[in-house]
C-alpha cells in the first residue's frame, strides 16, 4: 500500500509490515519552477453615504487599473457578511499576484498613487486595512 501524506515536500511515505518508512521522492520540486501565490487583500469599511459611488469606481476604474499594473494576475471583489458596530459595509479585495516580488513592485512602482487617489476621493469615509497572504494549497470540487 502506498499513500503520499505530504506532497509539498515530495516526502512520501510507505506502509510496510504495519510501520511507515520514510522514503525521499527522487521528484523533488525545482527551486525554479515552483512559485507560491501571493495574496494582497485589502479590507475597507465604505461610508453608507457614499457607498454607492465608491462601490462604482472600485469596479469599473480603481480594481480594473490595480490589474493592469501587470502586477497581479487577478483580482477577487467580495462583501463581508457581517454588521459593522460602526456602521457601513465592509469589502475584502484580492489581488493574486505571481510572487512577492511582484508584490514588492506592486508597493514601490504603483500603491502611493492608488491609495492618494481613494485617500482624495473619500477622505474618512473610507477605512482600509492591509494583508498579506501566501496561498499554500487550492482545493477545488
Not at 499576484?97 to 492618494?116: G, T, V
Request: glycine share 4%.
Amino acid at each position: 500500500m502506498f499513500v503520499t501524506l505530504c506532497s509539498r515536500t515530495n516526502i512520501e511515505f510507505r506502509l510496510i509490515n504495519c510501520t511507515f518508512a520514510m522514503v525521499l521522492s527522487n521528484k523533488l520540486p525545482n527551486p525554479q519552477t515552483t512559485t507560491t501565490m501571493i495574496i494582497y487583500n485589502v479590507t475597507i469599511n465604505i461610508d453608507d453615504s457614499v457607498h454607492d459611488q465608491w462601490l462604482l469606481w472600485m469596479t469599473e476604474k480603481h480594481i480594473p487599473e490595480i490589474v493592469a499594473t501587470g502586477k497581479f494576475v487577478k483580482a477577487t471583489l467580495v462583501k463581508v457578511l457581517i454588521v459593522e458596530e460602526m456602521g457601513g459595509s465592509t469589502y475584502s479585495v484580492q489581488y493574486f499576484a505571481e510572487s512577492s516580488q511582484k508584490l514588492e513592485a506592486y508597493y514601490n512602482e504603483d500603491a502611493p498613487r492608488f491609495r492618494e487617489e481613494g485617500a482624495r476621493l473619500f477622505g474618512d469615509k473610507m477605512l482600509a486595512f492591509r494583508t498579506e497572504l501566501e496561498v499554500l494549497k487550492e482545493f477545488n470540487a
